[in-house]
């Protein structure tokens, strides 16, 4: 249905305030740019490369695994980061290890908490004390 109906299908108004942030890519892009969009990616998610990809995530976190111990106290969204990043290098630029890593998950926090506030600014409302004329 989203691929031959893919046209009935509008983004919502608050996916599209984040072009500022994640640009006019697949997941905020519409019509005939999405659909040149989605091709382009389409060989990405390809059932062998998806398989590939299953077997990268799995070795990965296996060696994270293999490194924690009972009693051990873990932040895991520091964890989970570290491991999404170690998964995206290598899935995508057939890369091990990123010498950049900290920046990277930096960046990306920071990403994360600018669109956080941004989406959440769209939502404000006013305070109950203050009312029209007063």
Do not use: C
Request: aromatic share 8%; charged share 30%; glycine share 8%.
């Amino acid at each position: 249905m989203l691929i031959t109906k893919s046209r009935d299908f509008i983004k919502h108004f608050g996916l599209k305030q984040t072009r500022q942030l994640l640009g006019d890519g697949l997941l905020n892009s519409e019509g005939e740019f999405w659909l040149r969009q989605r091709r382009l990616a389409q060989p990405a998610f390809h059932r062998d490369r998806i398989q590939q990809y299953g077997r990268v995530m799995i070795d990965h976190a296996r060696r994270m695994l293999a490194g924690w111990h009972d009693g051990d106290r873990r932040d895991l969204v520091v964890e989970m980061m570290e491991l999404t990043l170690k998964i995206a290098a290598k899935t995508l630029f057939d890369a091990e290890e990123t010498g950049d890593a900290a920046v990277i998950r930096d960046q990306l926090a920071l990403s994360i908490r600018l669109f956080n506030e941004r989406f959440i600014s769209m939502f404000r409302f006013r305070s109950a004390g203050r009312h029209r004329g007063t």
